[in-house]
């Protein structure tokens, strides 16, 4: 009896990707022969290794789901999941959870908020990351006006974490 051969979505992947979370279905067939290899966790822990059970491929994974809700795949060549499996050493380009927010605008594939109040925990985080981020940074990545980007900052500043989440 001859080997049944598994499917994959990997082909119809780039070498980098966008995938929305929920819809159609597609991230559920992507992820159906997807496992997890490595994972970041501690600073990052919105990023992961994973490689296909039906093709092989290994790739990088974003998982973005507090503004825009997309995944993010960067197609990794063997090499590079050696460095992070035996070295921590991860290709730079899903490191920083700002630059994992700017890829929905720049991919125009992004969430809008009905009460943008709701991002105000995310825009003090990354105000402490990067105590020099704009408000044209802010708005570019939430698309919103500079306008509301500007009360969203002046809003994080003045609360605590404690005030923006009570049940933490």
């Known amino acids: ?8 979505e990997c082909s119809t992947l780039g070498d980098f990707a966008v995938v929305g979370m929920g ?4 991230d559920e067939r992507v992820f ?4 997890e290899v490595a994972k970041h966790g501690g600073d990052a822990w919105w990023l992961y290794a ?6 092989g491929q290994d790739w990088m994974i974003a998982q973005e789901e507090r503004i825009h809700d997309n995944f993010y795949f960067k197609r990794l060549t063997a090499g590079e999941l050696k460095m992070i499996e035996e070295q921590g050493a ?9 630059d994992v927010i700017r890829l929905g605008p720049h991919h ?5 908020f009905f009460d943008t109040n709701d991002l105000t925990d995310t825009v003090k985080e990354l105000m402490e990351v990067r105590s020099d981020i704009s408000a044209s940074e802010i708005a570019y990545m939430f698309v919103l006006s500079e306008r509301e980007a500007e ?3 002046d809003r994080a500043a003045r609360m605590s974490w404690k005030q923006l989440r009570p049940f933490a």
């Open 90 to 98: 991860w290709p730079p380009d899903f490191v920083r959870f700002e």
């Open 32 to 35: 159906s022969t997807l496992m």
């Open 1 to 8: 009896m001859g080997s049944v051969e598994r499917s994959c």
């Open 23 to 26: 819809g159609d279905g597609r």
């Open 108 to 112: 125009g594939q992004v969430a809008r």
């Open 151 to 153: 009360r969203l900052m």
């Open 50 to 55: 994973s490689r296909c059970s039906a093709c």
